[in-house]
């Protein structure tokens, strides 16, 4: 079947402005997680989903980033006011809960300027 | 709290020859071990996972991992590397099915 897919692969934002970052996760998939890569950097975890509700959003660094999962499915990471320090590759895994494997999609590069 | 040292940014080798990518990790708790490629512009591939059982692993594309608990390691091994493995390598960890712990990745460049 197919895999995690993200949309849209490259977004260019102003500073300031806000940006939705979308994930479909693979279906069936209870799980999802929303990690940010640096430039150079390992992935950071932002968040967690077990359907539609959020369980763990410790990583997310500010109250400028807040992800929803309104139907237990596709996932939007929002970023409000973005800054320079946001520009990251945006990835989102899934899997089937006690799965210890992540799946995931090729990311969204997001470029503040 | 787990946390993951990748002691390698970089390591170039020639085609054919044997290579590690180094790992260690640490954690209060038991882990589950993983390690990941990530091609240019592509999502992370599973290479390998370490859960339980067999501390040797092997997993896709000739590569293979000890798992040392002594030493909090958990390096990753091919015997005979090709160029098409050029990419980079991430070692991570999780303290139970939930979120992974990545190192900072170590880039694997292979010559012809």
């Known amino acids: 079947g197919a895999g995690v897919s993200q949309s849209p692969r490259y977004k260019v934002a102003k500073r300031g402005q806000d940006v939705a970052l979308r994930c479909d996760p693979i279906s069936g998939h209870v799980s999802l997680f929303w990690y940010q890569q640096a430039l150079g950097q390992g992935p950071e975890f932002l968040t967690y989903?077990?359907?539609?509700?959020?369980?763990?959003k410790s990583g997310l660094p500010s109250d400028r980033f807040f992800a929803e999962r309104p139907e237990g499915s596709v996932s939007t990471l929002k970023i409000q006011r973005t800054q320079q320090e946001d520009s990251a590759v945006y990835l989102c895994a899934s899997n089937i809960p006690n799965q210890e494997t992540q799946y995931f999609g090729p990311g969204t590069r997001l470029l503040v300027l | 709290a787990q946390s993951v040292t990748q002691l390698d940014s970089q390591v170039p080798v020639f085609e054919e020859a044997p290579v590690e990518l180094r790992c260690n990790y640490s954690?209060?708790?038991?882990?589950?071990l993983f390690w990941y490629v990530q091609y240019p512009n592509q999502g992370l591939q599973l290479l390998l996972k370490?859960?339980?059982?067999?501390?040797l692993v092997k997993g896709i594309n000739g590569f293979e991992a000890e798992f040392n608990k002594s030493q909090t390691s958990f390096h990753l091994r091919k015997p005979s590397v090709h160029i098409s493995d050029t990419a980079e390598y991430f070692c991570a960890v999780s303290a139970r099915p939930g979120k992974l712990i990545f190192g900072q990745g170590t880039e694997l460049s292979v010559k012809p």
């Open positions: 989903f077990q359907n539609e509700a959020q369980l763990d």
């Open positions: 954690s209060s708790v038991s882990v589950y």
């Open positions: 370490y859960l339980s059982g067999s501390t």
